[in-house]
């Protein structure tokens, strides 16, 4: 069962006076990122063959992936009538492919470690969508970062409980498990976000650039956090690491992953305005 269902977003209450052409712009990549959970959901299904249980999870998972990205996408249409939802994913699909896609047995080298990755996605994305419902004012916006963010929790929730329960068998050390956590950060760099963003705001026309369109996303969603919404995503990260979500080690931690963040945005800002494109200027 999903927890709400797309009608249960208050539409009526759209207020176009009240919207921000850059959280438009990231809106419609999210859009498109999450609709294609349900890739993921058939890769996990052959990763997690023998586990009905999990397999189960993932599926209902996969569906509450893909409600986020047709929601989004009908708030960004709202938003911008002129934007072509089903258009841009059609190129989204067509260009992009989850590397992953053809894989038996986890890229992460382990059942544990493959849900170690998911722990650190729902980490981002549960912080993201709160960051996200904080600094928009568009309250149908607000509303629906509110939800999701939510399902985000509890999808981190779900990894993570069925993380514990492989560990028991698979015993990774925690080294191994922050090399893993921190490959899967790592690849938030890679061509998913990136080309989502080509995608949701370039025209057909415009060549992709990935160096362009990540910075020209990164700058944009890095600038709507605030110190307590890294701070969790930070918690919850060790937890599934395995280290204590509080404490000496943990302020340390979250201090340098606001310092990390703040060196990357400034990086990212600096690549926009050096090279304006058609991504940098959307
Ligand atoms: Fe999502
Ligand atoms: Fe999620």
């Known amino acids: 069962m999903k927890h709400w269902r797309i009608d249960d977003v208050p539409w009526d209450r759209f207020d176009r006076t009240k919207l921000d052409p850059q959280i ?17 959901g058939t890769y996990l299904n052959r990763v997690f063959v023998d586990d009905p249980d999990f397999r189960a999870a993932a599926d209902r998972w996969s569906l509450e992936e893909v409600q986020h990205g047709d929601t989004l996408g009908r708030w960004a249409a709202l938003a911008d009538p002129e934007w072509d939802f089903e258009a841009a994913f059609a ?7 989850l590397p992953l896609l053809d894989a038996d047995n986890s890229v992460r080298g382990s059942r544990t470690g493959e849900l170690i990755a998911r722990c650190m996605v729902e980490s981002g994305t549960s912080s993201y969508y709160s960051a996200l419902g904080d600094a928009a004012e568009e309250p149908v916006l607000r509303e629906l970062c509110r939800l999701i963010a939510a399902d985000e929790f509890r999808h981190f929730k779900l990894f993570y409980d069925h993380m514990r329960r492989y560990l028991k068998r698979e015993r990774i050390s925690v080294l191994q498990r922050l090399r893993i956590a921190a490959s899967r950060i790592g690849e938030s760099e890679d061509d998913e976000l990136a080309y989502a963003f080509y995608c949701g705001n370039a025209p057909p ?14 700058s944009r969603a890095m600038t709507m ?4 919404h890294l701070e969790r995503a930070v918690g919850m990260i060790m937890k599934a690491i395995g280290l204590p979500p509080r404490g000496r080690i943990f302020a340390v931690a979250a201090r340098g992953a606001w310092w990390l963040m703040c060196t990357r945005r400034a990086k990212f800002t600096r690549v926009v305005e050096a090279a304006p494109s058609p991504i940098a200027g959307c």
């Open 24 to 40: 438009v712009a990231l809106v419609k990549a999210a859009a498109m990122v999450e609709r294609n959970g349900i890739d993921y």
């Open 91 to 97: 190129r989204y699909k067509a260009g992009y492919h």
């Open 205 to 218: 026309e415009a060549a992709y650039q990935h160096k362009q369109a990540i910075a020209g996303y990164m």
């Open 225 to 228: 956090y605030r110190y307590r």
